[in-house]
């Protein structure tokens, strides 16, 4: 079983970051490709960031050149470097590893 906690989420003002992190546990050797996703209210879930093993790494069109996405491969960790964040980057932020996800963590973003 493969369980994603996600951490770091909380109020921010805008032009502030954050960083959060996903912790990815359980039945797995090593991870491969972990994707940040987010969800406003009244919105569609929206892709924030890739990140493969492979260095592979990919941003959202929203959030491009505001957003860092690393990994750890030896310890299951993914990361999301978020700077200048504005009150649109307001949304609940998902861990996503395969099939499987995360509980939430929520980004506010206001003054």
């Known amino acids: 079983q493969v369980q994603l906690v996600e951490s770091g989420g909380g109020l921010v003002q805008p032009g502030g970051s954050l960083r959060l992190s996903c912790a990815v546990t359980g039945d797995i050797i090593s991870i491969y490709t972990v994707c940040w996703y987010r969800q406003a209210p009244g919105k569609q879930r929206e892709l924030v960031a890739l990140w493969g093993s492979g260095h592979i790494v990919r941003e959202g069109d929203s959030v491009k050149g505001r957003v860092t996405i690393s990994g750890d491969n030896a310890k299951n960790m993914v990361y999301l470097q978020m700077n200048n964040l504005k009150p649109e980057d307001t949304a609940v932020y998902y861990c996503?590893?395969?099939?499987?996800w995360g509980q939430g963590t929520q980004v506010t973003v206001s003054s």
């Open positions: 996503n590893y395969a099939e499987h």
